[in-house]
C-alpha cells in the first residue's frame, strides 16, 4: 500500500510505501523483484491528480492510502 497526502492542488507529495510486497515474499531470491514491484507502484502514484477536498469551499490537502494491485495479463 502506498500513503500520500494529497495537496490543496490535487498533486500528491510525501509519497511512500506504508506496507511493502516484499512484506508477504517468504524466499529471499525473490525480494528484490517484490521491491521493485514497490518502486513501480511509488512511481505509478506519483502521476495521479486528484479533485482536492474540500472544507468550508476551501481546497484543502488530505492523507490517502491507496492500495496497488499487479495483475499478469
Same mark, same amino acid.
Given at each position: 500500500? &502506498?500513503?500520500?497526502?494529497?495537496? *490543496?492542488?490535487? @498533486?500528491? !507529495? $510525501?509519497?511512500?510505501?506504508? !506496507?511493502?510486497? *516484499?512484506?508477504? &515474499? !517468504?524466499?529471499? $531470491? ?13 512511481? *505509478? ?8 477536498? $474540500?472544507? @468550508?469551499? @476551501? ?5 490517502? &492510502? #491507496?492500495? #496497488? ?5
Amino acid at each position: 500500500m &502506498i500513503g500520500l497526502v494529497v495537496d *490543496a492542488q490535487g @498533486n500528491p !507529495t $510525501k509519497v511512500h510505501v506504508v !506496507t511493502s510486497m *516484499a512484506d508477504k &515474499i !517468504t524466499d529471499e $531470491k525473490d525480494r528484490p523483484a517484490a521491491l521493485s514491484l514497490d518502486q513501480a507502484a511509488l512511481e *505509478a502514484v506519483s502521476q495521479y491528480r486528484f479533485e482536492p477536498a $474540500k472544507l @468550508n469551499g @476551501n481546497p484543502i490537502p488530505v492523507e490517502l &492510502i #491507496v492500495k #496497488v494491485n499487479f495483475q499478469l495479463f
